[in-house]
């Protein structure tokens, strides 16, 4: 599978942006799909998943209530809008493809990542 992610780009404070990451391969609806990101100089953390399912997203406390993670199986795209951006947003945000659903929250259940895209924020 290759996963390839779009969406990223530098807004202020308050702002939204929608991140895609679009699949290859027939098999995406069978995979829960999550969202990581990496600030800098710090590891890569979980923001968001969701079941192939779609029941119960997952989100990171950190982006509860302000990130929203949705899929649409016939595009083989999962998204991941975030709105009230904050400085502390800015990261390289990846989208990967879950092997092992049991965890989500861990980038070790992840057998595919797409190349990240770059979110910036600005105070």
């Known amino acids: 599978v290759q996963l390839q992610a779009s969406g990223g780009g530098l807004v202020q404070a308050g702002g939204s942006l929608r991140l895609s990451c679009a699949a290859s391969g027939r098999t995406f609806k069978s995979y829960s799909m999550g969202w990581f990101r990496q600030p800098p100089g710090m590891e890569r953390e979980f923001v968001a998943a969701?079941?192939?399912?779609?029941?119960?997203?997952s989100y990171a406390d950190s982006v509860k209530g302000r990130f929203t993670i949705s899929r649409d199986n016939a595009k083989n795209t999962v998204y991941l809008q975030m709105n009230n951006l904050t400085p502390e947003d800015t990261a390289v945000y990846f989208c990967?493809?879950?092997?092992?659903?049991?965890?989500?929250?861990?980038?070790?259940?992840?057998?595919?990542w797409g190349q990240g895209t770059q979110v910036t924020v600005s105070s």
């Open positions: 990967g493809r879950a092997r092992f659903s049991s965890d989500l929250y861990s980038g070790s259940s992840y057998d595919a």
């Open positions: 969701i079941r192939w399912s779609e029941i119960e997203p």
